[in-house]
């Protein structure tokens, strides 16, 4: 059943519902009202988590951590500085592969000062060795939350959903929050394989000194596995299907069948763009718009077999690689390399919460088809 | 693009626009329709300008930008008129506009279709404070019909569900409000 209701709310209830064993987050600028929403729940005897109030993210990322490695379903969001202060415990806890699950509300990085929406944060920590979704709405915000905890604990890596700070996190629209019956029929209860937790009766130990004999090979396997998340979402995206009937794919395509001209981006200016591709289609032009959902594994399958035979490719982001180029840019040209005739032009634009307008657009399709 | 009415509410931080915006959005949707709010802060802090905007559609809002030319822009503080052109920014001679005034002649506004609603007092009188959203959009809903007063308390009972004593005092006024528009049909325009 669908509700009106602000995407940090809707998001918070969903988690909710996933019924994380620990919660811990730092209330400041920039947080989110996720996590205020959860300690609401809370505080209203709605929910069952032990709702941790930590003393900085650092500490934040900390608890979940290591309320993980007792084998604890757990969750923490944040967004912007918050994520660069967690980012040295962010890399343990994919290297002591524990599967929490973290809401980043995609916000600039400083300086200059600025809380408004980019993916400067999330881009920041993408070798980490988390699975990185993206949403393209709010709704999608919601569901990539329970397809998370899924491959999180089927792969044992944490992962990250990353979803527009204010765009989507203070967006009011109807959204639909998976109940907690039918989110169980997809979540069941987390069971953490003997071995892997930290157990009086089973010693192991976690995060342990490795030399150089066996490092490298470990940090493989790590990269394997995450490789792995590429195929396991696709089949968990299924069973999602079956029970609460929307679809969620590594890339999701949206416009005429054949086009000339696309756009690929990340995040919640897909929705923008779609109006933009109905309009020019309707004009006869031959248009359309990528979204990348899965960031970290990287598809690189699925975008050659969807662009490799597209003449012109703008890739829209809302981050920069200083020196370089960005992000995803990055990763376009690379998987398409020596794959495709393509022209791939780079468009850097929303940093530091500048607005993407359907005029703005409009003039990316103009130049890529020049 | 598509056909979305769109909203455009301007106030200061702590006047309530973004839970105006949201009000809007929840009682739209409330009538079967599709809908969008969301806020555009400046600096986040009382007495900053903020706006928030509201899409209401008869299919899913997709676009996520922001509202450049509404069709509807309300005013919650007329100070905030000093400083056109940023108020009045992307005015269509269509554009409806809400002013919560005691002021009914606004020259700056001659040409533009424009309603004067004097809710500051009356919140001040019922609520305790100059709080004026919920009036605001009330004096929106009825002039309009866009949306109806029953979806506005009903939105008013879910917005306010952790805060109960807002609820009966914001219903008192957006009564209030409907008194005043019923007899004072002099400021509705032909």
Same mark, same amino acid.
């Given at each position: ?6 995407? @940090? ?5 969903? *988690?909710? =519902?996933?019924?994380?064993?620990? !919660?811990?987050?730092?209330? !400041? ?9 959860? $300690? ?26 290591? $309320? ?20 040295? *415990?962010?890399?343990?806890? $994919? ?14 990085? @400083? $300086?200059?000062? =600025?809380? &408004? ?12 060795? &988390? ?40 967006? *009011? ?32 130990? %976690? ?24 195929? %396991? ?15 969620? #794919? ?20 897909? /929705? ?11 004009? /006869?032009?031959?248009?359309? *718009? ?30 920069? @690689? ?49 | ?5 769109? !909203? ?5 931080? /702590? ?28 600096? +986040? ?31 919650? #503080? ?22 919560? @005034?005691?002021?009914?002649? &606004? ?20 609520? /305790? ?35 109960? +004593? ?15 528009? !019923? +007899? ?7």
């Amino acid at each position: 059943m669908k509700h009106c209701i602000e995407g @940090s709310e809707a998001v918070a209830q969903a *988690v909710n =519902n996933c019924r994380p064993d620990v !919660i811990s987050a730092y209330p !400041i600028t920039p947080q989110t009202h996720i996590v205020e929403e959860l $300690a609401l729940l809370k505080a209203n005897g709605h929910a069952n988590y032990e709702y941790i109030l930590a003393d900085s993210e650092f500490a934040a990322a900390s608890i979940v951590l290591g $309320a993980s490695a007792t084998g604890g379903r757990t969750y923490t969001a944040t967004s912007s500085q918050g994520l660069l202060y967690m980012t040295e *415990v962010i890399f343990d806890i $994919a290297g002591m592969r524990l599967p929490v699950i973290m809401t980043v509300a995609n916000r600039a990085i @400083s $300086a200059p000062i =600025n809380i &408004w929406n980019d993916q400067q944060d999330s881009m920041t920590v993408r070798d980490s060795g &988390w699975i990185m979704l993206y949403a393209k709405d709010n709704q999608s915000a919601v569901d990539l939350h329970l397809l998370a905890y899924k491959l999180a604990e089927k792969l044992k890596l944490p992962a990250m959903i990353n979803m527009d700070g204010f765009v989507l996190t203070h967006t *009011v629209e109807p959204i639909d929050i998976p109940s907690v019956s039918d989110t169980k029929k997809f979540l069941p209860s987390y069971k953490p394989e003997v071995g892997q937790i930290l157990d009086t009766k089973n010693p192991v130990t %976690l995060g342990s000194f490795v030399t150089p004999e066996y490092y490298q090979e470990i940090r493989f396997d790590l990269h394997s596995d995450l490789l792995r998340a590429k195929e %396991l979402f696709t089949k968990e995206a299924i069973k999602f299907n079956k029970i609460f009937h929307r679809q969620h #794919d590594l890339v999701e395509y949206y416009g005429t069948a054949k086009p000339d001209s696309v756009i690929i981006t990340i995040g919640s200016v897909f /929705g923008t763009i779609q109006d933009v591709v109905d309009e020019l289609n309707n004009r /006869g032009q031959k248009v359309g *718009v990528f979204h990348l959902t899965c960031f970290r594994p990287f598809p690189d399958e699925q975008i050659v077999e969807k662009l490799s035979k597209i003449k012109s490719i703008a890739v829209l982001e809302k981050d920069i @690689s200083l020196g370089s180029s960005a992000g995803l840019d990055m990763e376009i040209r690379r998987a398409l390399f020596n794959k495709n005739k393509s022209t791939v032009t780079s468009f850097v634009y929303g940093l530091g919460g500048r607005d993407i307008t359907p005029e703005y657009i409009r003039e990316i399709f103009k130049q890529i088809k020049q | 693009m598509k056909k979305y009415i769109q !909203i455009r509410i301007h106030g200061r931080g /702590g006047q309530g626009a973004v839970t105006a915006a949201n009000l809007i959005a929840k009682a739209a949707f409330y009538e079967g329709k599709f809908s969008q709010a969301f806020p555009n802060f400046g600096v +986040e802090r009382r007495g900053a300008p903020v706006e928030a905007f509201v899409r209401i559609s008869s299919e899913p809002v997709r676009i996520q930008s922001q509202i450049y030319q509404p069709d509807f822009l309300i005013v919650q #503080d007329p100070t905030l008129l000093k400083l056109v052109p940023d108020v009045l920014e992307g005015i269509k001679k269509s554009t409806v506009i809400f002013v919560n @005034s005691e002021q009914a002649n &606004w020259p700056q506004l001659d040409l533009l279709k424009l309603y004067t609603i004097p809710v500051t007092d009356f919140a001040r009188q019922i609520i /305790g404070r100059d709080i004026t959203n919920t009036g605001m959009i009330t004096a929106f809903a009825l002039i309009t019909k866009l949306i109806q007063f029953e979806s506005l308390i009903k939105a008013i009972k879910d917005e306010f569900k952790y805060k109960p +004593e807002l609820i009966s005092s914001n219903i008192k006024l957006m009564k209030q409000i409907q008194k005043y528009i !019923i +007899e004072n049909k002099k400021i509705r325009l032909k």
